[in-house]
């Protein structure tokens, strides 16, 4: 097996191509007058390569929010098809649907979100008011919808954790200022 190393050290020098620009480069140095040591240049390839971590580690506990941002994408993506093809569109409804279209797309855009975090100052607190926000934001909208679709009563559900899940949002895009 073929180790990731290995295939940067042959992409960088050791391929034809590689090798050739290396041999002609070193020729036109010495033609100039500045003589370089080919061995010199492989030592700071062969560093360069050493060098390349994998982002895993480079990202340390903040790439679990990549794989919870990945997630909340694919999990978007199925709500979506969930409510284009299963909700019933009545008379009465409609307005419903259009919350759930709206929960949608404010979940989907905060899961692209969510893969930023990890570049921000302070990622577990921008990446925890994101994953709040979308939970009781989208949450709510999501049942309160669906509910309503099948007939049943919404009068009793709580739609005001909705308002706590907006400010979450808002809150978390603040805190990549900070």
Known sequence: MVSFTDALNYVAYKNPVSQFTIAGISQLAKASGLHTKPSHARSIASKVVSDVVPISKQLGSNYHLIRVAALSGAAAVCLAAYGRHSLKETAETKEYRHIYES??????????????????????????????????????CYYKAIKKSKGENVENIPSHLAPYGGVCLILGWLSMLF
């Open 103 to 140: 929960a949608n797309n404010m979940h989907f855009i905060h899961s692209v979100a969510l893969l930023a975090t990890p570049l921000t100052k302070r990622p577990l607190i921008t990446g925890t008011l994101f994953i709040s926000g979308m939970l009781l934001f989208s949450g709510t």
